[in-house]
T-cell receptor
């Protein structure tokens, strides 16, 4: 069965520090998709990135970067020069064919609460 | 373009009462989902609707029913609320039933006493 583990429950950093959020996944499929979502204190969930299992290129978007390594089943998220506005809960999620036959559903990790202090 | 909207934002129920959570999306998405979020548990899928006219159980469907009223609307009903259903409920939609990103509503905070 598919599973997503975010071992870091809470992380606290000081503004301008770099921080990496870990995500480890389990799946038996060769075709799968990985996602990161952000949930700021206001409560809504904001999509950040989707990555498919055939694309191991790292991605950078401004201060955000993602490192996908199939060899270690990890999809880690790094925020460079963190800011107070980055304070949020971050969720990693997995979608594969075995999430219900041909139905793609998201399996979420339990989330990492990131607090960025001024 | 409001995206995904949910009503109500907050609700307090007594054990045994019933209520319906409403969700609507204006993005012409085919697939819609209901999740619940509990502290330390992440989001867990309750029910989903791959397309208009179909619904399927997710990970935690017990105690809930759903209706896909039309392409835009997907409601979640609690027939006899229990304290274990105290949670934050999120509705989401996606373009089609493939691994495209899901867009989430603002959530409904439900307390059952």
């Amino acid at each position: 069965a598919q599973k997503v583990t975010q071992a870091q429950t809470e992380i606290s950093v000081v503004e301008k520090e770099d921080v990496t959020l870990d995500c480890v996944y389990e799946t038996r499929d060769t075709t799968y998709y990985l996602f990161w979502y952000k949930q700021p204190p206001s409560g809504e969930l904001v999509f950040l990135i989707r990555r498919n299992s055939f694309d191991e290129q790292n991605e950078i978007s401004g201060r955000y970067s993602w490192n996908f390594q199939k060899s270690t089943s990890s999809f880690n998220f790094t925020i460079t020069a963190s800011q107070v506005v980055d304070s949020a809960v971050y969720f990693c999620a997995l979608s594969d064919e075995n999430s219900g036959g041909s139905n793609y559903k998201l399996t979420f990790g339990k989330g990492t609460l990131l607090t960025v202090n001024p | 373009n409001a995206g995904v909207t949910q009503t109500p934002k907050f609700q307090v129920l007594k054990t045994g009462q019933s209520m319906t959570l409403q969700c609507a999306q204006d993005m012409n998405h085919n697939s819609m989902y209901w999740y619940r979020q509990d502290p330390g548990m992440g989001l867990r899928l309750i029910y989903y609707s791959a397309s208009e006219g179909t619904t399927d159980k997710g990970e935690v469907p017990n105690g809930y029913n759903v209706s896909r009223l039309n392409k835009r609307e997907f409601s979640l009903r609690l027939e006899s609320a229990a304290p274990s259903q105290t949670s934050v409920y999120f509705c989401a939609s996606s373009e089609i039933q493939t691994p495209y990103e899901q867009y989430f509503g603002p959530g409904t905070r439900l307390t059952v006493t």
